[in-house]
């Protein structure tokens, strides 16, 4: 049997980096994935998907070119060619073994499980360790209603062999709104059940409804306050029953993905044999992400934390580290920029109005609406908007959320003013590229609108309270 000073499982963010990490700090270290290497984020997930919402985009940007002076007759859809650039992408973006076994890492193709607290076996075969990480991701959560076997997952979606005509989502969290925004830019007939009063839990209502609102407005529908009760088979696809605000209905659809959620699934590695301790939605770790087993730790979706790949190849470094020289590192996750990239984007970091008090914080509220303002003017994007939680002590940024067509590349200015702790008013003297979306977040900064400068648009900034 080999041994090793670290065994690793899975070959997503985390796991790669777990073992990266290792072998920088001259360890013996093996990398166990069923494969293929890489992990949700470039097989399943972030990768496939940016790719679909990018086609989306330009799909619906060629059909809407006669506004810019481009007359394009006779636009369709090759869907073959979209799933193929799909699988280019995700095939290019792969880590390959040969690259991880150059640095030192043993690398195992095959299904990982326990045998034994210090051996996991893969595909039979036994790794022996002092130390384990396990970073084994995700799976999508499946809702219990009749018929549910005639629900297919968002990893699914991304790789459709033909193009559907209608799809439904169940879920209206950030996967559902993505896809459902790239799958309407292509043209299928979209519908979101939501079971909240408010697309997108964890964003703020008054955000998260104007998102909305220009989601609909590109054909997507919604029903808010909705619980699908059955599912059933129907010539056109699938029959879907639900209670929306407490009426019965009814709707057929070509498609129906469940997005719901994604959950690790203890039983994928053996965890019950060597006693780990579930959490919510991974195993129970503390913040140094050992596990209930003092030398097994956790990253990642398995460690049940924030489920964003940044944050699990963070946790897979501290893993590694604290595995291999004792709880010297704790995982920080207190200033984590997240981007959901529906069209517009919606960016988010930090804390909300809401969260504040329970941190000893009195917070104030700044809202910019970038209604006609020439950079949004010129491009046709859309008006950006602002929402800007200060500390009305420190005049310190705490916390934002952003629509905007950057929202991705806007928000990281807020997370560094956030890390950096500057005052407000420091980062509203900066000058901004003219026109430009970093211009209007330079102004959502400033205390008050500036008597003596023009407003641009509408540029409506709210008093702090």
């Given at each position: 049997m080999e041994r090793?000073?670290?065994?690793?499982?899975?070959?997503?963010?985390?796991?790669?980096?777990?073992?990266?990490?290792?072998?920088?700090?001259?360890?013996?270290?093996?990398?166990?994935?069923?494969?293929?290497?890489?992990?949700?984020?470039v097989n399943r997930g972030c990768i496939p998907k940016k790719a679909l919402v990018a086609a989306g985009r330009a799909h619906r940007q060629t059909r809407e070119s006669v506004t810019f002076g481009t007359l394009a007759t006779g636009v369709r859809l090759?869907?073959?060619?979209?799933?193929?650039?799909?699988?280019?992408?995700?095939?290019?973006?792969?880590?390959?073994?040969?690259?991880?076994?150059?640095?030192?890492?043993?690398?195992?193709?095959?299904?990982?499980r326990f045998s034994d607290p210090h051996i996991v076996e893969v595909d039979g075969m036994p790794l022996g360790a002092?130390?384990?990480?396990?970073?084994?991701?995700?799976?999508?959560?499946?809702?219990?209603v009749p018929g549910r076997e005639l629900l297919i997952t968002s990893d699914q979606l991304l790789f459709l062999p033909s193009f559907p005509a209608s799809l439904t989502f169940i879920g209206g969290g950030a996967v559902a709104s993505e896809l459902a925004g790239a799958y309407a830019d292509l043209g299928s007939r979209v519908t979101v059940l939501a079971r909240d009063a408010e697309i997108l839990p964890g964003i703020d209502a008054d955000v998260a409804r104007m998102l909305r609102k220009r989601m609909e407005a590109r054909?997507?529908?919604?029903?808010?306050?909705?619980?699908?009760?059955?599912?059933?088979?129907?010539?056109?696809?699938?029959?879907?029953?639900?209670?929306?605000?407490?009426?019965?209905?009814?709707?057929?659809?070509?498609?129906?993905?469940?997005?719901?959620?994604?959950?690790?699934?203890?039983?994928?590695?053996?965890?019950?044999?060597?006693?780990?301790?579930?959490?919510?939605?991974?195993?129970?770790?503390?913040?140094?992400?050992?596990?209930?087993?003092?030398?097994?730790?956790?990253?990642?979706?398995?460690?049940?934390?924030?489920?964003?790949?940044?944050?699990?190849?963070?946790?897979?470094?501290?893993?590694?580290?604290?595995?291999?020289r004792g709880e010297v590192e704790r995982a920080d996750e207190a200033v984590i920029p997240q981007v959901i990239f529906t069209s517009p984007e919606v960016g988010a970091v930090g804390l909300s109005y809401a969260e504040a008090p329970a941190h000893g914080i009195q917070a104030a509220v700044a809202r910019h609406d970038a209604h006609g303002a020439s950079?949004?003017?010129?491009?046709?994007?859309?008006?950006?908007?602002?929402?800007?939680?200060?500390?009305?002590?420190?005049?310190?940024?705490?916390?934002?959320?952003?629509?905007?067509?950057?929202?991705?590349?806007?928000?990281?200015?807020c997370a560094l003013a956030i890390r950096s702790r500057v005052p407000a008013g420091l980062v509203a003297t900066q000058l901004g590229v003219h026109p430009s979306h970093t211009e209007r977040l330079i102004r959502a900064f400033a205390p008050e609108p500036s008597a003596a400068r023009p407003a641009e648009g509408a540029g409506v900034v709210e008093s702090r309270p």
């Open positions: 090793f000073d670290l065994v690793v499982i899975g070959a997503g963010a985390a796991g790669i980096t777990a073992a990266r990490t290792a072998a920088d700090l001259g360890a013996r270290v093996a990398l166990a994935d069923r494969g293929p290497l890489g992990g949700l984020c090759d869907w073959e060619a979209v799933q193929r650039r799909q699988r280019q992408v995700v095939e290019s973006q792969r880590p390959e073994a040969a690259d991880l076994e150059r640095r030192g890492i043993r690398v195992a193709i095959g299904t990982a002092e130390r384990f990480v396990i970073a084994a991701g995700s799976e999508p959560v499946i809702p219990e054909g997507v529908s919604f029903r808010l306050q909705t619980s699908v009760t059955g599912l059933s088979p129907d010539p056109a696809g699938v029959r879907i029953d639900f209670d929306s605000a407490g009426m019965a209905n009814r709707m057929i659809s070509s498609q129906v993905c469940a997005a719901v959620g994604r959950r690790f699934h203890p039983r994928s590695i053996g965890a019950a044999r060597i006693g780990l301790d579930m959490g919510r939605l991974g195993l129970r770790t503390t913040p140094h992400l050992a596990t209930s087993v003092p030398h097994i730790y956790a990253a990642g979706d398995a460690a049940g934390n924030r489920q964003l790949t940044p944050v699990a190849a963070h946790e897979g470094r501290v893993a590694a580290i604290n595995a291999l950079n949004s003017v010129a491009t046709g994007e859309g008006a950006d908007y602002f929402k800007l939680i200060f500390d009305q002590d420190t005049e310190r940024l705490i916390g934002a959320q952003i629509i905007s067509a950057a929202a991705a590349e806007l928000i990281q200015l």
